[in-house]
């Protein structure tokens, strides 16, 4: 059922969402306006094109079936690049005046109260001990396909918590994070709103 839920969303951000914008409460940070993410949308849609249109051809000289189910595989694939980058587009860190929720489009999303915050700071862990890492959560446009040649966001601050928390995947999947990676189009705005917010809770 969730895989049903999660394929709906994905062609509706495809095709009905491109002018819909989602109203936030409170203070809403964008994320994917300085992410590389959107270079390698485009790099990845037109591999899908080109590469589609050209195996249509080769195939349709052996089989037309077997050409046309490239073709649909293919067109499938670009609609699921839309409908991802039209999700993220729409998603926000959001700040009300109890919790921060980072939504990542329709991968990840992770809700966590301010009183959990033990320290916001910049970004001090090495790129190899992030890898290491199994309790962290990523709150970057850019999926961490090879940070090492440049294929993910740098994030700029990190998040310890005090208690663990549950994030959210794809198809509902859970998982106990302990501290969050965050890469965001202001981050001084950011972390100002956190750090006050943060003061706001202890008093």
């Given at each position: 059922m969730k895989?049903?839920?999660?394929?709906?969303s994905i062609w509706y951000h495809a095709i009905c969402a491109w002018r819909s914008s989602q109203k936030q409460r409170g203070l809403s940070f964008t994320h994917h306006k300085k992410s590389i993410y959107f270079g390698l949308f485009l790099m990845l849609l037109h591999v899908q094109i080109i590469e589609g249109a050209g195996l249509h051809f080769v195939l349709h000289h052996v089989s037309p079936i077997l050409a046309w189910c490239s073709t649909i595989l293919?067109?499938?694939?670009?609609?699921?690049?839309?409908?991802?980058?039209?999700?993220?587009?729409?998603?926000?860190?959001t700040l009300d005046d109890h919790s921060i929720h980072f939504q990542i489009g329709l991968r990840k999303s992770v809700h966590i109260p301010f009183d959990c915050i033990e320290s916001i700071t910049a970004v001090r862990t090495g790129s190899e001990d992030m890898k290491q890492e199994t309790d962290s959560f990523h709150a970057e446009a850019c999926p961490r396909i090879d940070p090492d040649m440049g294929l993910a966001d740098t994030p700029q601050f990190e998040l310890h918590l005090k208690n663990p928390v549950?994030?959210?995947?794809?198809?509902?999947?859970?998982?106990?994070?302990?501290?969050?990676?965050?890469?965001?189009?202001?981050?001084?705005?950011?972390?100002?709103?956190v750090k006050q917010k943060m003061e706001e809770n202890i008093q």
């Open positions: 895989a049903i839920k999660f394929e709906a293919h067109m499938y694939m670009i609609i699921w690049l839309l409908g991802d980058y039209n999700a993220l587009r729409h998603s926000m860190f549950v994030s959210t995947g794809m198809f509902g999947r859970k998982k106990t994070i302990q501290k969050v990676y965050v890469h965001v189009d202001e981050p001084q705005a950011f972390i100002q709103a």
